[in-house]
């Protein structure tokens, strides 16, 4: 940077800059100030630094703490934004947790349930079978048994209609009144 920005930058007289490069041109400032193009003097931001009025480094200074207490505010709000969220977060994990081990605990339920009927029908469909084969064994002994009494009835019906025919072959006065 050139003295004539540096001035313009801090609001410096040439005259008070210039006696203060003079003044420590040889110790402090040594190696820290370059002429180029014959007059023109450039400085590094060491001399920058050291140039500047203890008004002027103290402001800055002030602007930079400021700004990191606004910086600083800023991360605070953050921190309370995410412990913010971090405790809405572990309110939904536990509400979640609390869920999933209640359905867990009716699905454990529901499956007992379901193996309870299971073998209810299980033993439902065995007892059906039983009563089915039971049932087909009184069957046949009951057509058996119809087909028995068929016959026996065709017996009788015809023994009956012999003595029918034998009756009415008897003459009347044989017969009971």
Do not use: W
């Not at 490069?21 to 023109?40: D, Q, T, V, Y």
């Not at 709000?77 to 969220?85: G, R, V, W």
Request: charged content about 40%; hydrophobic content about 35%; aromatic content about 4%.
């Amino acid at each position: 940077m050139t003295i004539k920005e540096y001035c313009e930058k801090y609001d410096q007289k040439f005259q008070t800059v210039y006696k203060k490069i003079a003044h420590h041109k040889n110790s402090e400032l040594e190696g820290h100030i370059i002429r180029s193009k014959g007059k023109i003097m450039e400085i590094d931001d060491f001399a920058v630094d050291f140039l500047l009025p203890t008004q002027v480094k103290v402001i800055q200074a002030i602007e930079e703490c400021e700004g990191i207490v606004r910086k600083n505010n800023d991360l605070k709000d953050k921190l309370y934004s995410a412990e913010t969220i971090a405790e809405q977060t572990d309110k939904q994990l536990l509400k979640a947790l609390a869920d999933n081990e209640k359905l867990t605990a009716e699905n454990t339920e529901l499956q007992v349930k379901i193996e309870e009927q299971e073998r209810i029908i299980h033993d439902k469909d065995s007892r059906i079978a039983e009563l089915t084969e039971q049932l087909e064994a009184e069957r046949s002994i009951s057509e058996q048994k119809i087909c028995e009494l068929e016959k026996r009835i065709a017996e009788l019906s015809n023994e009956n209609k012999l003595l029918t025919e034998k009756l009415d072959a008897v003459p009347k006065i044989f017969r009971k009144s």
